[in-house]
């Protein structure tokens, strides 16, 4: 049974005329009637009774044609639910971000994605990269906005924004004086990080290697606030995204000479790069290859304003200390 074929059948069941529905379908009337013929083959007998006046529904075309209308109505109705879908207009998508920069990223993007796109509805999973990479390659995830730490086969990026990261240290440090530091200032100091299996520990930990800075780890935690709060009551010193500087607490410091990426292309493997003496993390969006969610879900043409970055088109900031 064709699409076409149901076209044809109710274009005769409202016209009364084979001429008039070729005519209305544009096709010539013998491909019309030979179409019409088949369907009736297919469902075993006549659904219409041909004679000199044109043409009228057997008790069999009267009980089918409210079917096959009903069966175009719902395939043009899932031809546009698909559109829209393709388009952003209606749909669900599941969003992954990691929590160290959830609470920050996600407010101001959702809050403008949805009111450009009112019909999608967002469920968002937070978790370490690796575990979001696997949640994408699993489809448990349509996309999520990652460092390069979960990124790997089977899975697309398109860099978001930059930004510096920052050391962390209590105040009254030795060294809280400074305005920038080089890494290698930090040799012999006690460590706060993320738990093992976060990206931002590994970002981390194999900057201090390339560093050859040693370190002593004295606390983990699941939550880069833990880590600040760890820092400020004098407990050691960190590394943390400048997104999440806050206005009181540790006395932050720019990292000097070398830098950080968290990037798309899993820059880690490569040796650092020095950009203008500030270390630097880019956050990316990541999708697996089959994924038909399009990037246009999260900007990929952020500016930065100060530190953090601007979506769609003009600055709106996070509304985050400028640091």
């Given at each position: ?179 920038k530091l080089a890494l290698q200032a ?138």
């Amino acid at each position: 049974m064709e699409i076409h074929q149901l076209r044809y059948f109710l274009a005769i069941a409202q016209t009364g005329s084979f001429t008039a529905a070729a005519r209305a379908c544009h096709v010539s009337q013998p491909s019309l009637s030979s179409q019409v013929a088949k369907l009736e083959g297919e469902l075993g007998g006549p659904l219409l009774e041909r004679s000199r006046q044109g043409a009228r529904l057997t008790k069999r075309g009267e009980l089918f044609r409210p079917r096959a209308a009903e069966a175009l109505r719902q395939l043009e109705s899932g031809r546009h639910e698909l559109a829209e879908l393709a388009g952003l207009q209606r749909g669900a998508v599941t969003l992954g971000c990691m929590p160290t920069s959830g609470a920050y990223l996600l407010p101001p993007l959702l809050k403008a994605f949805g009111q450009a796109h009112p019909e999608i509805r967002v469920s968002l999973r937070e978790s370490s990269s690796p575990d979001l990479a696997k949640a994408l390659r699993e489809s448990e995830a349509d996309l999520a906005i990652m460092d390069e730490a979960g990124l790997g086969a089977g899975i697309t990026s398109e860099a978001l924004f930059s930004e510096p990261l920052l050391i962390a240290l209590p105040p009254g440090h030795r060294l809280a004086g400074r305005q920038k530091l080089a890494l290698q200032a930090l040799q012999g100091e006690s460590l706060i990080v993320m738990k093992s299996g976060h990206g931002f520990r590994k970002i981390v930990l194999d900057a201090l290697v390339r560093a050859g800075v040693e370190m002593r780890v004295v606390y983990e935690s699941e939550e880069i606030e833990t880590v600040q709060a760890l820092v400020e009551a004098g407990l050691g010193v960190s590394l943390v995204p400048r997104m999440v500087q806050r206005g009181a607490g540790p006395v932050y410091l720019e990292l000097t000479f070398r830098t950080l990426f968290r990037t798309s292309e899993a820059i880690l493997e490569e040796p650092p790069v020095e950009r203008g003496g500030n270390y630097i993390q880019t956050m990316s969006c990541a999708v697996t290859h089959c994924c038909s969610t399009p990037f246009s879900f999260i900007p990929t043409s952020c500016k930065l304003r100060g530190p953090f970055p601007t979506l769609w088109g003009e600055p709106q900031g996070f509304g985050l200390p400028a640091g």
